[in-house]
């Protein structure tokens, strides 16, 4: 075998189709695709791959690179299939190349050993990790250094198999690394140190015995000149923190200010890694009391790490203030993935919620969305993220060191250090409110200015701090601080900055969300500078304003239902609606931004909902039709039957006429057996939708549907199972008596989920509901297992508030118990208390309740009673004595 020779002109062939394939035009990169495609039916072209890498030195070393990764790929494709010969000579010329005076060949070999390695290749090559461990005592530079790279991949690439072999090779490989955390290459100290860190996660056996001489290695190397040495010293100090914080809890004083030099060390990635340090403290509770000392030192280091530099400014455009003329560059937009807003189906309001908390969006909360033009995530964002933390673990006792350094920040002459100071002030908002309050009167004016700075860049972080701290303005009585706010940010939305403009439409977006109905007054002005922004705005904030129209549909609801409001804010979209095609992803933002709107509209949405819904029902339809061919993009397909849901929630019986011109229940039937949760999930809420709205349409398919929706009830897939319940319950309230048929099909499912533990409490309450809708229409068959559920059930439904859902399961409850007094009376307690968590039940409901008291008082006798009440919380006993007399 060591003899094969390659055939010259074969040779020829392969090197021309090499430097073709490196041609930058792409129709010849095709042809060259397709030919190496044929040559791969040959069993020996991967010999003459690994030649041209291994051994044909008189070749450019991009082109024997390229050989060795298209082996690489075949490798990955195919290596069961190669023949035993080949596989041979290839793991053979690997090893023999590992130190190729080239750095590119050596890096290429490194891959192509993982690669093979890591196809289950490691146990059937066993003279592997020997080999490359003999080679690292090699005197020669490059065979030490080859080594230790391909190492290092496989460490990365199989550290599961390196784990978990019987012949136990780390015990062997980690001391031999940790020998070489002291080589005098900064190159190999730093390839030893990430081959070890990929085993502190899972506190590898192997490293653990070691871990003193791990730490004392490191800390010889915490001062390093080189980055990357330094870079991985900073990255395995901070997941040591994650997997094995008591080896540094002798240390940490010291660590600490190891991390805090780093913190600010010249290279920004390793002040980046040294920077998430902060970050995984914050979640230790030795955070406090470790770090209370080093604060006067550290929060500086951070806010000064918050600063634009110089590259940021440039590659941010910082100095060109106008722009929004500029067209958006389709690759400037970031893909956006549909967030289902509205489907999860019921989600009853907690007693004392207020209209936006439980729909809190953390998505942005960094405020850094401001740098997408930057690498994702950078020092700033990164050190904006840990004061956030840490505010959140100190709270109030930040603010001695923190407010001197926002005093001296936020009123700097350079522009720089104020825009800091104000992402600073922002990042503390959630952690430090309670404290900041007797600031803001002062503060929030401040910032209203800020919003006329003439930096663009000290305008857009400005709306993101405001936005953190709105809640307060909104609370205040007689909108001193909400309408001079308002105003402001609504000319941001107008600016002439695209980054401006974004940041202000988000910020306004939170303060929709927060002010809810306090809004109201200014509808108009709002409706005004929102449309406007639609003759203004590039496709890119296109997107973040219909965000905003939705997110105040939501807020103030049907008060959105004037006809002036739908004159103004109508006829944009659907110009917009009417541009768009049908493949087009821009569609989805504005179809959610419709689904709000139609929702707060409802009758007001009637003259437009025709070809509205006429289009949903055909991007679901191309939808189906496509996914038997090939992988259809279903976000079209759950965008639409999310906005059909919209529509029947908005229009409803209005939607009847629609639902009986289309085929719109066949499509949902296919839908809701859809291989993807996310479209069951949708259709499942569309169904609900519709049976509430036009159930007379819906009827005829309830025999197909039920099986399916009994199939769905499985708690491992939250929203899909919360939805499938939500629709079976609002089919038996329509259903009535003939629900009968159907019990049997889903009863037993929703006994289970009800009595899980750690189910999400809307599952367990929407599970309730249906469970009491059923007792409601079919109270002799359900009643009979109510000591299997009545516990929980109660327990479920005693925090949400009055409203109609909860008043038909309650009638269920009070049905079931009426057949079945038994069943309930181990856990007649918890009834009681449920019953007293309404406030102001219907009268005949109270009645219900008032006779099931009475009667239960009367079967144990007043004595009995007495007892049973004495173990009542007093204020349940008060209530109950008070509503009903018991």
């Known amino acids: 075998m060591a003899g094969w020779n390659p055939n010259s002109d074969a040779l020829t062939q392969i090197l021309g189709l090499l430097r073709e394939s490196q041609s930058p035009d792409t129709i010849v990169q095709q042809s060259v695709q397709q030919?190496?495609?044929?040559?791969?039916?040959?069993?020996?072209?991967?010999?003459?791959?690994?030649?041209?890498?291994?051994?044909?030195?008189?070749?450019?070393?991009?082109?024997?690179?390229?050989?060795?990764?298209?082996l690489k790929n075949n490798v990955k494709a195919h290596f069961q299939q190669f023949p035993p010969d080949v596989a041979q000579f290839i793991k053979a010329e690997c090893l023999s190349a590992v130190g190729d005076p080239s750095p590119l060949i050596r890096a290429t070999v490194g891959i192509l050993i993982?690669?093979?390695?890591?196809?289950?290749?490691?146990?059937?090559?066993?003279?592997?990790?020997?080999?490359?461990?003999?080679?690292?005592?090699?005197?020669?530079?490059?065979?030490?250094?080859?080594?230790?790279?391909?190492?290092?991949?496989?460490?990365?690439?199989?550290?599961?198999?390196?784990?978990?072999?019987?012949?136990?090779?780390?015990?062997?490989?980690?001391?031999?690394?940790?020998?070489?955390?002291?080589?005098s290459s900064s190159k190999i100290r730093s390839h030893a140190i990430a081959c070890v860190n990929q085993f502190i996660i899972s506190k590898t056996q192997a490293l653990m015995a070691n871990i003193d001489t791990f730490l004392q290695n490191l800390f010889h190397l915490a001062m390093d000149d080189d980055p990357d040495v330094r870079k991985n010293v900073c990255r395995a100090l901070v997941m040591l923190l994650d997997a094995h914080i008591s080896s540094l809890i002798p240390h940490m004083h010291n660590i600490i200010e190891y991390m805090m030099i780093r913190t600010q060390d010249p290279d920004e990635n390793v002040a980046l890694e040294a920077c998430e340090f902060w970050l995984s403290l914050a979640e230790h509770p030795i955070c406090k009391e470790a770090l209370k000392p080093?604060?006067?030192?550290?929060?500086?280091?951070?806010?000064?790490?918050?600063?634009?530099?110089?590259?940021?400014?440039?590659?941010?455009?910082?100095?060109?203030?106008?722009?929004?003329?500029?067209?958006?560059?389709?690759?400037?937009?970031?893909?956006?993935?549909?967030?289902?807003?509205?489907?999860?189906?019921?989600?009853?309001?907690?007693?004392?919620?207020?209209?936006?908390?439980?729909?809190?969006?953390?998505?942005?909360?960094?405020?850094?969305?401001?740098?997408?033009?930057?690498?994702?995530?950078?020092?700033?964002?990164?050190?904006?993220?840990?004061?956030?933390?840490?505010?959140?673990?100190?709270?109030?006792?930040?603010?001695?060191?923190?407010?001197?350094?926002?005093?001296?920040?936020l009123f700097h002459q350079e522009w720089e250090i104020r825009e800091s100071g104000i992402l600073a002030l922002g990042a503390i908002a959630e952690g430090c409110m309670n404290g900041m309050t007797q600031h803001l009167p002062e503060l929030i004016p401040y910032l209203i200015n800020c919003l006329q700075d003439k930096k663009a860049l000290v305008r857009s972080i400005t709306c993101w701090t405001l936005s953190r701290y709105c809640h307060w303005a909104v609370?205040?009585?007689?909108?001193?601080?909400?309408?001079?706010?308002?105003?402001?940010?609504?000319?941001?939305?107008?600016?002439?900055n695209k980054r401006v403009q974004e940041a202000a439409c988000s910020a306004f977006a939170t303060l929709e969300e927060e002010a809810c109905?306090?809004?109201?007054?200014?509808?108009?002005?709002?409706?005004?500078?929102?449309?406007?922004?639609?003759?203004?705005?590039?496709?890119?904030?296109?997107?973040?304003?219909?965000?905003?129209?939705?997110?105040?549909?939501?807020?103030?609801?049907?008060?959105?239902?004037?006809?002036?409001?739908?004159?103004?804010?109508?006829?944009?979209?659907?110009?917009?609606w009417n541009v768009l095609k049908d493949e087009d992803k821009d569609l989805f933002p504005l179809l959610e931004c419709l689904s709000s709107v139609a929702t707060a509209l409802q009758?007001?949405?009637?003259?437009?909902?025709?070809?509205?819904?006429?289009?949903?029902?055909?991007?679901?339809?191309?939808?189906?039709?496509?996914?038997?061919?090939?992988?259809?993009?279903?976000?079209?397909?759950?965008?639409?039957?999310?906005?059909?849901?919209?529509?029947?929630?908005?229009?409803?019986?209005?939607?009847?006429?629609?639902?009986?011109?289309?085929?719109?229940?066949?499509?949902?039937?296919?839908?809701?057996?859809?291989?993807?949760?996310?479209?069951?999930?949708?259709?499942?809420?569309?169904?609900?939708?519709?049976?509430?709205?036009?159930?007379?349409?819906?009827?005829?398919?309830?025999?197909?549907?039920?099986?399916?929706?009994?199939?769905?009830?499985?708690?491992?897939?939250?929203?899909?199972?919360?939805?499938?319940?939500?629709?079976?319950?609002?089919?038996?309230v329509k259903l009535g008596t003939e629900m009968r048929v159907y019990i049997n099909l889903v009863l037993n499912d929703l006994i289970f989920i009800i009595n899980k533990p750690n189910t999400p409490k809307t599952l367990l309450e929407n599970t309730a509901i249906t469970i009491g809708r059923l007792g409601y229409v079919c109270p002799n068959e359900v009643a009979p297992l109510l000591q299997q559920f009545i516990?929980?059930?109660?327990?479920?439904?005693?925090?949400?508030?009055?409203?109609?859902?909860?008043?038909?399961?309650?009638?269920?409850?009070c049905n079931m118990i009426s057949v079945n007094p038994g069943g309930v009376v181990e856990d007649f307690i918890f009834f009681c208390d449920a019953i007293?968590?309404?406030?102001?039940?219907?009268?005949?409901?109270?009645?219900?309740?008032?006779?099931?008291?009475?009667?239960?008082?009367?079967?144990?006798?007043?004595?009995?009673?007495?007892?049973?009440?004495?173990?009542?919380?007093?204020?349940l006993k008060e209530r109950l004595s008070q509503h009903y007399g018991v």
Not at 615 to 624: A, D, G, I, K, W
Request: charged share 25%; aromatic share 8%.
């Open 35 to 70: 030919k190496l495609e044929e040559l791969n039916k040959f069993t020996d072209f991967n010999k003459y791959l690994i030649y041209v890498l291994t051994k044909l030195t008189s070749e450019d070393e991009p082109t024997r690179s390229l050989s060795g990764l298209i």
């Open 114 to 183: 993982t690669t093979t390695a890591s196809k289950g290749e490691l146990s059937t090559w066993p003279e592997l990790l020997p080999r490359l461990c003999e080679m690292l005592d090699s005197a020669d530079y490059n065979v030490c250094e080859g080594a230790f790279g391909a190492l290092q991949k496989i460490c990365e690439d199989s550290a599961e198999f390196l784990e978990k072999s019987p012949s136990r090779p780390l015990d062997t490989l980690i001391p031999k690394f940790l020998e070489f955390f002291k080589h």
């Open 294 to 409: 080093h604060l006067p030192k550290l929060i500086p280091i951070l806010v000064r790490g918050m600063k634009y530099s110089e590259i940021d400014i440039i590659l941010l455009k910082g100095d060109v203030e106008e722009d929004e003329s500029v067209p958006d560059r389709s690759e400037d937009i970031k893909p956006r993935f549909h967030k289902s807003r509205h489907t999860i189906r019921h989600e009853p309001m907690e007693n004392g919620g207020t209209c936006g908390e439980e729909f809190q969006d953390d998505e942005s909360d960094d405020g850094l969305d401001d740098d997408s033009s930057l690498s994702d995530w950078n020092l700033r964002k990164c050190s904006a993220a840990a004061l956030d933390v840490l505010a959140n673990v100190f709270r109030e006792e930040m603010l001695p060191v923190i407010l001197p350094i926002l005093k001296e920040t």
């Open 475 to 496: 609370i205040l009585p007689d909108h001193t601080y909400l309408k001079p706010l308002m105003y402001e940010l609504l000319k941001c939305v107008l600016d002439s």
């Open 517 to 576: 109905t306090e809004l109201v007054p200014y509808l108009a002005d709002i409706l005004k500078t929102l449309v406007f922004a639609f003759r203004k705005y590039q496709a890119k904030n296109l997107l973040i304003l219909y965000d905003a129209i939705g997110t105040l549909a939501d807020s103030v609801g049907n008060y959105l239902n004037k006809e002036d409001y739908i004159q103004m804010l109508m006829p944009p979209l659907i110009e917009k």
């Open 603 to 732: 009758s007001g949405f009637l003259p437009y909902c025709g070809p509205v819904y006429q289009r949903c029902v055909s991007l679901v339809e191309q939808t189906l039709n496509q996914t038997m061919f090939e992988a259809a993009d279903k976000d079209f397909m759950i965008v639409s039957l999310d906005l059909l849901s919209g529509l029947a929630e908005g229009l409803n019986g209005h939607i009847g006429q629609l639902v009986q011109q289309s085929n719109i229940m066949q499509l949902l039937y296919q839908a809701m057996q859809d291989p993807m949760p996310e479209v069951r999930q949708s259709s499942f809420a569309l169904l609900g939708d519709l049976t509430k709205a036009c159930f007379q349409y819906v009827a005829p398919c309830i025999s197909e549907f039920m099986p399916i929706l009994g199939q769905n009830l499985n708690p491992e897939l939250i929203s899909v199972c919360n939805n499938a319940t939500w629709a079976i319950g609002e089919i038996s």
């Open 791 to 813: 516990r929980q059930w109660c327990i479920s439904l005693r925090n949400i508030r009055d409203n109609e859902e909860k008043d038909s399961a309650f009638r269920g409850v």
């Open 836 to 875: 007293a968590s309404w406030v102001n039940p219907k009268q005949d409901l109270k009645e219900m309740f008032h006779k099931i008291l009475h009667c239960f008082k009367e079967q144990v006798g007043e004595e009995n009673w007495k007892r049973f009440t004495e173990q009542f919380p007093p204020p």
